[in-house]
């Protein structure tokens, strides 16, 4: 039998994504790719145990914010807030079985430029958005701050998270995202690790006190 792919090498391996059997070059060249490949393929997991990271020098700079310093001590006092960020993207990548790493990485990129001109010039700027479900994504994002922000109200009288705090999160978080994509077109191994982190019941506003995951990352 031949690949259901090419249809010149021998098959040797069941694709679900074809719902047949292929090469091994096929899966390796397509997977993720031209091929949807679902997060249980036991050779996709396979192919990411053995997928060096991807290093930042490999990336276009200006993608990753540089501009935007977030130090050590941003990190632990908003833990919280990033774990929350981190929490929201998860329940819309749950909600809508459609989004891809790139969806992700586009709508956090359009909501870094809107919140940077917002702490920078305090002018409101919504970034265009490709598709509905990057718009998803951003606005159960938005949600999550508008929720953190009532979350802060209630408990301590006042709202302290800044524009710019909220900036430097979704920047992490986007720089987290291109550390952890294949950067294939397809690629779903960042949304794949969220769901590794969040169970599906968790809340989306996490108190201080609760917010120590493995989602910070030296």
């Not at 993608?63 to 929201?88: P, T």
């Not at 987290?176 to 191994?189: D, L, W, Y």
């Amino acid at each position: 039998m031949s690949c259901a792919i090419c249809e010149k090498r021998k098959e040797k391996r069941f694709c679900p994504a074809v719902h047949g059997r292929i090469c091994p070059r096929c899966c390796g060249e397509q997977r993720e790719v031209t091929l949807d490949c679902p997060s249980d393929c036991v050779y996709l997991q396979q192919a990411r145990e053995h997928e060096k990271p991807r290093s930042m020098d490999e990336l276009d700079r200006s993608a990753l914010f540089l501009q935007v310093e977030i130090g050590d001590q941003f990190l632990y006092e908003h833990e919280h807030l990033i774990m929350s960020l981190s929490y929201a993207l998860a329940k819309s990548a749950r909600a809508d079985h459609a989004p891809k790493d790139a969806d992700v990485i586009a709508a956090l990129t359009a909501m870094a430029k809107s919140y940077e001109t917002l702490a920078n010039s305090g002018l409101h700027y919504e970034a265009p958005m490709a598709s509905v479900t990057q718009q998803a994504i951003a606005a159960e994002v938005q949600k999550m701050i508008r929720e953190y922000r009532e979350a802060e109200q209630k408990h301590l009288g006042y709202t302290r998270l800044r524009d710019s705090d909220v900036l430097r999160a979704l920047v992490f978080v986007l720089r987290m995202a291109h550390g952890r994509t294949s950067g294939r077109p397809k690629s779903r191994a960042f949304i794949d690790f969220l769901f590794s982190q969040f169970a599906e019941k968790h809340s989306a506003v996490l108190a201080p006190q609760e917010a120590r995951s493995s989602i910070i990352v030296p």
